[in-house]
């Protein structure tokens, strides 16, 4: 079992909290031609609402893959969990046979990288609110680079043609951290437009040349190559200092790929 790492912090460890708080930030319009999404990963009062901007249209599906950045610096580089996880809400399987059907690539099985890892647990409340039925396969990325994104993209689209699984992918990001809003809206606004272009190395490019400090570059270009041929849409966006201190805010964004 992965147990809940920061339940009681980034988001209420009461149930009835937690549903009366995802009540407040979605509104379900499912659109079956989304693919894929970046959600951010912040406590709910600071990124829920615009997370909960994707995951109010965000079509139904047999398995989430969802990405995660490693921000703990534990386990396995590009790791990959098995375990049943846990939230308040109930328990959630992972899809082995999605798993076993991943070539082994790059990513390893191993729960270590996950136990203590907050990127993918804050998505999964949002999951069970949308979706009474669904799987997941959890994939933490402490390596980010161009190559691996690439390696990680490839090895979910195998595993989707063997096995011929409904699944939309979601990546886990905030975007940059710990600037004064205006500075951080701007240097944002370069990060996202390179994001819809769906133009993978001109978004490396904007990262390294921006020194970005968005965490969850790996898991944007894992979603951005998985969703190839189609386009990208900016949802929602917000900052931490829309409801705090605007002089040291992080940045959060909310983009739907449709095929």
């Known amino acids: 079992m992965r147990f809940p790492a920061v339940a009681g912090s980034f988001y209420p460890s009461n149930p009835e909290s937690l549903i009366a708080m995802l009540e407040e930030f979605i509104r379900r319009n499912p659109q079956r031609d989304i693919i894929a999404g970046v959600s951010p990963h912040a406590g709910y009062i600071y990124s829920g609402r615009t997370a909960g901007k994707l995951y109010s249209i965000i079509p139904d599906a047999e398995t989430y893959v969802i990405l995660g950045p490693n921000h703990t610096g534990y386990g396995s580089m590009v790791a990959v969990s098995t375990?049943?996880?846990?939230?308040?809400?109930?328990?959630?399987?992972?899809?082995?046979?999605?798993?076993?059907?991943?070539?082994?690539?790059?990513?390893?099985?191993?729960?270590?990288?996950?136990?203590?890892?907050?990127?993918?647990?804050?998505?999964?409340?949002?999951?069970?609110?949308?979706?009474?039925?669904?799987?997941?396969?959890?994939?933490?990325?402490?390596?980010?680079?161009?190559?691996?994104?690439?390696?990680?993209?490839?090895?979910?689209?195998?595993?989707?043609?063997?096995?011929?699984?409904?699944?939309?992918?979601?990546?886990?990001?905030?975007?940059?951290?710990?600037?004064?809003?205006?500075?951080?809206?701007?240097?944002?606004?370069?990060?996202?437009?390179?994001i819809l272009s769906m133009d993978v190395s001109k978004f490396y490019s904007t990262i390294n040349r921006l020194q970005a400090s968005v965490c969850g570059v790996g898991p944007i270009a894992v979603a951005m190559l998985y969703s190839q041929g189609g386009y990208a849409e900016l949802i929602d966006y917000s900052t931490s200092g829309d409801v705090a201190d605007k002089s040291q805010v992080v940045g959060y964004a909310a983009i739907a790929f449709r095929k």
């Open 83 to 194: 375990d049943t996880w846990v939230t308040p809400l109930g328990e959630i399987e992972t899809d082995r046979e999605f798993i076993d059907a991943m070539p082994g690539i790059i990513v390893d099985r191993d729960e270590i990288a996950h136990k203590y890892e907050h990127s993918i647990e804050v998505q999964l409340p949002f999951l069970q609110y949308i979706c009474d039925d669904f799987e997941i396969v959890p994939i933490c990325m402490g390596l980010q680079d161009e190559e691996t994104a690439r390696d990680v993209a490839e090895e979910i689209l195998i595993a989707k043609e063997r096995t011929g699984r409904d699944i939309v992918v979601i990546a886990s990001s905030d975007m940059h951290h710990y600037l004064p809003d205006n500075i951080c809206r701007d240097r944002d606004s370069k990060v996202i437009d390179s």
